[in-house]
């Protein structure tokens, strides 16, 4: 396997335990620091030629909030590394218990290319800070930012502990023949079977566990009690951010006839005060990653009918914000995740259909629900299952570190950001150390067993529920 002697490589220097210690883990992220800040403009320069990432987009999402995760990991780290004592029963009370935060190992990320940058970062200060070793793995679709990590990355990380490796599927399928303590991986759900199925493979010895981060048609429901002005706003932003490209944005609206008919003129105004008369022709709208993506969207624009939009242009990989009205469920756009700037808009009845129609599909990574009223929101919450939801507002869930992030059923698999990266990369060892003395305090265990010693043995182990209290 071309990747063996690399991946004994850093097993060899984990087993050291090199990356234990907490200044060490502080060193490599501070370096992680001076790549965003020593590459910022190759970084908006090589995004911005991969998709036409505008560059108020590209710091915001590749820089910015990278530097907000590094940051918040920084400031707690000594915390998050510490032991954590936990409740003891009678005859424990001299002992310790507690849950030790240990590093897996040697750990394999695996990012996608729509945010070429944060995609793989993020889990890396989770990796970093779990005290792992990483291998990188980028992807070769966004070509110019994949050529930068593999270029730069390893003047600031420790090689003997980080290394990126580059290629497409025949690289990542040889990759994944190797043993991994543990695998991250960001894309579709059909590589991400592919995935799970590599880490299966390693039962003997022992079996891989892996985070999913999937993706799927994101629900978002408007309800006719809105701000019709401000929900334009807010879903013409999220789904029109990086072209569309964003495994959160909102896929498709469910709303009534008459909602449609009002949402259109809003959404029409805040497209124009976003990016002009012609977005082709505005520096802050992005482009579509390549020709085979390009051509599946385009494709896509015969669902329902077109309602804003549906411009093309093929040599620059250019599809103008889209919304498509009186979409049907059986439509192709309603078939698969749309990643692109296409807006399909499927008319309900009311607040019932609409959650029958979200609960009768694969459970998304992200639901949006918009109301006036909170009670609505909340029934869509109460209701449904999602990865995250997000209310009144679509995307900004995603800044929140102190917020999960991940999916569930077809979704996903784990949860990232903030603590939850560090826990998903450290194995919570629960572990007692107990006194070598006070034997006397045993004896109820051993045999020969009497009524006696079970009697006192329920004393000193049992668990009791809490008594309630009711007000009258």
Known sequence: NPYGGLVSHLRASWLSGKTRPMEYRVAQLEALGRFLDDKKEEILEATELDMGKPSFEAFFSEILLCKNELNVTLNNLSQWMKDEHVDKNLVMQ???????????????????????????????????????????????????????????????????????????????????????????????????????????????????????????????????????????????????????????????????????EKLMPALRQAIAEFFGPNPRESPDFGRIVNDKHFRRLRALLGSGRVALGGQT??????????????????????????????????????????????????????????????K???????????????GNDTLMHLTLTSLPFGGIGNSGLGKYHGKFTFDTFSHHRGCLHRNMGLETLNNPRYPPYTQQKLGLLTTTFEVKRRGTCTLL
């Open 94 to 260: 001299l002992d310790s218990a507690f849950i030790r935060k240990d590093p897996y190992g040697v750990v394999l990320i695996i990012a996608p290319w729509n945010y070429p940058i944060h995609l793989f970062l993020v889990p890396l200060i989770g990796a970093i800070a779990a005290g792992n070793c990483a291998i990188i793995k980028p992807s070769e679709i966004s070509k110019n930012t994949e050529r930068l990590i593999a270029e730069t990355l390893s003047c600031y990380l420790d090689n003997d502990c980080f290394a990126v490796v580059t290629g497409g599927v025949p690289e990542t399928t040889r990759l994944l023949e190797n043993k991994f303590d543990y695998i991250f991986f960001t894309g579709i759900p059909p590589v991400g079977r592919i995935v799970m199925t590599a880490a299966a493979k390693h039962l003997t010895p022992h079996l891989t566990p892996v985070t999913l981060e999937l993706g799927g048609k994101n629900p978002c429901y408007v309800s006719d009690t809105c701000d019709v002005t401000n929900v334009a706003r807010r879903v013409a932003w999220g789904r029109f951010f990086n072209a569309g490209q964003t495994c959160i944005a909102p896929d498709y609206l469910l709303c009534t006839i008459e909602m449609q």
């Open 313 to 374: 242009d093929e040599a620059e990989r250019y599809i103008a914000p889209t919304v498509l009205a009186d979409v049907q469920p059986s439509d192709p756009a309603m078939q698969e995740e749309i990643f692109g700037p296409i807006l399909p808009i499927v008319v309900i009845a009311n607040m019932d259909e609409a959650i029958d129609f979200i609960n009768a599909r694969p459970r998304p990574l992200a639901l949006y629900a918009f109301s006036c009223d909170s």
């Open 376 to 390: 609505i929101v909340n029934q869509v919450l109460e209701r449904t299952s999602s990865g995250g939801f997000c």
